[in-house]
């Protein structure tokens, strides 16, 4: 059994016809359909049922089709991790992410400079914004999605990405959730939930107290998670920042805008990383990151 072979028969499920997958795989029609016979028969199983033109998986088919893809995800890795040994000296991208971002956009340049740079191992660190300032700093880290909160440094190249919006989020069951957006003296009385390491909260505390102007009692939480289940349960509401317009679904909780004196609450997100530190893997990443932005 050849894995040519099973990039042909995943190839043809995915697409849902002979044609198109031929086009993906760069050989003809029958070219793959030859390939595909020889591999059912080497099986001694028919993988698929065939009507004229279409197609349907049997039931061999079906388990064959999702146990070849965790085996050609298992070999992908395999070979990833071979790539890297084949020097010593392999480049190591260490990015950086702002704990109060939730958008994909990070994620998804990830993805595609992996794709495009197989080679090359990326580490993430997520922190605060005075954490991800300090280890950039120190040389920890080699690019960070932060907020910004400082004027621009001159050591730094300093690429804006996105303005944010600050909204909350609270109890589907407390009356601000009937508003449309809310302003940062109406909230006074309740409690705020920051999510944030412990070693960190009198800082995000001071920001969103003195820079936002969110007064009154602060509780924190360790994860996103964590800070949603004290929402449901009415302990207070959690500040977050939304790039772009991003749907939301969960029926107890409600997502407000916060405004200040009437105007939305926004924060400018950047990439920043020091010019003395910069090279193509970081910049091509910088890049990257400001497509998905766009």
Request: aromatic share 12%.
């Amino acid at each position: 059994m050849l894995l040519r072979q099973i990039e042909y028969f995943q190839a043809v499920v995915e697409c849902g016809n002979f044609y198109t997958a031929a086009e993906k795989c760069y050989v003809s029609q029958s070219a793959i359909s030859q390939q595909i016979k020889k591999l059912e028969d080497e099986l001694g199983v028919k993988l698929l049922d065939r009507h004229n033109r279409t197609f349907t998986l049997t039931n061999a088919g079906e388990h064959f089709y999702r146990k070849s893809l965790i085996i050609r995800s298992d070999i992908e890795q395999l070979v990833r991790e071979t790539q890297r040994l084949e020097s010593d000296d392999a480049f190591t991208l260490r990015l950086g992410c702002y704990k109060g971002y939730h958008g994909s956009e990070f994620s998804n340049a990830i993805s595609l400079f992996s794709e495009k740079y197989p080679k090359i191992n990326v580490q993430v660190t997520i922190g605060s914004h005075e954490e991800l300032y300090y280890a950039m700093e120190t040389g920890d880290i080699d690019l960070a999605l932060n907020d910004q909160r400082r004027a621009f440094s001159g050591a730094y190249n300093n690429m804006v990405l996105s303005e944010s919006r600050t909204y909350i989020e609270i109890s589907a069951r407390n009356p601000l959730g009937h508003l449309g957006q809310v302003d940062v003296e109406e909230l006074k009385n309740t409690p705020c939930i920051i999510v944030i390491n412990s070693e960190c909260r009198q800082e995000e505390q001071k920001y969103y107290d003195e820079i936002v102007g969110l007064h009154g009692d602060f509780l924190f939480a360790d994860s996103l998670q964590e800070a949603r289940l004290m929402i449901i349960t009415e302990q207070g509401y959690m500040p977050l920042d939304v790039i772009g317009e991003q749907e939301w679904f969960d029926s107890a909780v409600k997502r407000i805008l916060l405004t200040r004196n009437g105007e939305p609450v926004t924060k400018t997100y950047c990439a920043f990383w020091k010019k003395d530190n910069s090279g193509y893997y970081i910049e091509d990443f910088a890049e990257m990151l400001k497509t998905k932005f766009l």
